[in-house]
Every structure is written in structure tokens, then in C-alpha cells.
């Protein structure tokens, strides 16, 4: 099974290095993206957890299911990876991946599906985001 060092050194390899991720509480990290995206990696035996806030849920019902409607459509048609969701009031792109037999490169391309679908994705998102 995957260790947290294992995932430490995986975060230091991404994208030839130019990653940088932070540990900011036990297997917890914060991995900026050349972009600028913020992904939160959580190594939580048995599972590994990707995270990236997209937005604010914006107001007005009508805004919303618009909005929801989106995000299902792409969560169908554009992730391989991942999907979006709900936590709180913010739109989440997540994906888990299990550790049992995980290795660099499906953590690698699950990791660059995620991050791509977010910037693919923030044109047709940006009409609902708060301003």
C-alpha cells in the first residue's frame, strides 16, 4: 500500500517539479499548480483524497439551478477524474483515489485531470461566480 512518503515524494516529482506542495498538517498538503490552482491532497488510509474549491454558490434559486445543472452536465461529459459537488456553500471538484494499488502515474493523471478540467472549465463557470 501506498505510505504518506510515498505521496510526499509524488507531489515533488508533479509536473518535473515545478509543483510546490506543502505539508500543512500531518498528510495534509497544499499543492499550487504553475497556474495557479490550489489542489488539497489528503492521504487518509485507505484512500487518497483530491480537492479543489472552484467557487462560491452564487444566490438566487434560479442562479443556482442553472448553475447545478452545469456542473452535472459537465461532471457527464468532461471528467475522467473527479467530480463536482457541493460543500457548504462552495462548488467542489474532488476525486479519490484508493491507495491499496495506487502508483505515480494514475496519481499523476488524476492529479492533471483534475487541474485541467478546473481551467477548461472556468470560462463556462464564470458567469456564476460572485462578484
Known amino acids: 500500500m501506498v505510505t504518506r512518503d510515498d505521496v510526499q515524494s509524488w507531489l515533488d ?4 517539479g515545478s509543483v510546490a506542495a506543502r505539508e500543512v498538517e500531518p498528510s495534509l498538503w497544499i499543492a499550487n499548480t504553475p ?7 489528503h492521504y487518509a488510509p485507505p484512500v ?4 479543489v474549491r472552484v467557487m462560491e ?3 438566487g434559486d434560479e442562479r443556482q439551478s442553472e448553475l447545478f445543472r452545469q456542473l452535472l452536465e459537465l461532471n457527464v461529459r468532461d471528467l475522467i477524474h473527479g ?17 491499496e494499488n495506487l502508483d505515480y502515474n494514475e496519481f499523476e493523471a488524476s492529479f492533471d485531470s483534475v487541474t ?8 463556462a463557470l464564470a458567469p456564476y461566480r460572485q462578484r
Open 13 to 16: 516529482r508533479l509536473d518535473g
Open 35 to 41: 497556474d495557479g490552482a490550489e489542489v488539497v491532497v
Open 48 to 51: 487518497l483524497l483530491l480537492r
Open 57 to 59: 454558490v452564487p444566490a
Open 83 to 99: 467530480s463536482y459537488g457541493l460543500e457548504g456553500d462552495h462548488i467542489v471538484l474532488t476525486d479519490t483515489l484508493e491507495l
Open 116 to 123: 485541467l478540467a478546473l481551467a477548461s472549465h472556468l470560462g
